[in-house]
Nanobody, 122 residues
Framework: QVQLVESGGGLVQAGDSLRLSCAAS????????MGWFRQAPGKEREFVAY????????YYADSVKGRFTISRDNAKNMVYLQMNSLKPEDTAVYYC???????????????WGQGTQVTVSS
């Protein structure tokens, strides 16, 4: 069993940056691909970014490509999401997820965190 805890969210202005962290416990995540998802009010949860087990492969949603960067530190059991040039439409609760069962962009991950709120004001 893996427990995931996100942190680093907050209220920022458009154009600012934030770095989200996802701390894993219970077992090492080095054998798990990881993802970040987000859910805005009234909308479905959507894929943001994916990173493979060793970090050699990453994928991003078109809406964040070039602005967000996913990374991981398996020695620290951590995953990060660096978010630059934030926009009001990035406002959402951001979730960390581990071990996708099907496609990396789908919601079918085995483990989820509780989420961290990111609010971007215009």
């Amino acid at each position: 069993q893996v427990q995931l805890v996100e942190s680093g969210g907050g209220l920022v202005q458009a154009g600012d940056s934030l770095r989200l962290s996802c701390a894993a416990s219970g077992r090492t995540i080095s054998s798990y691909a990881m993802g970040w998802f987000r859910q805005a009010p009234g909308k479905e949860r959507e894929f943001v970014a994916y990173i493979s087990e060793r970090g050699g492969t990453t994928y991003y949603a078109d809406s964040v490509k070039g602005r967000f960067t996913i990374s991981r530190d398996n020695a620290k059991n951590m995953v990060y999401l660096q978010m630059n040039s934030l926009k009001p439409e990035d406002t959402a609760v951001y979730y960390c997820a581990a071990n996708p069962k099907t496609g990396y962009y789908k919601l079918e991950y085995n483990y989820w965190g509780q989420g961290t709120q990111v609010t971007v004001s215009s």
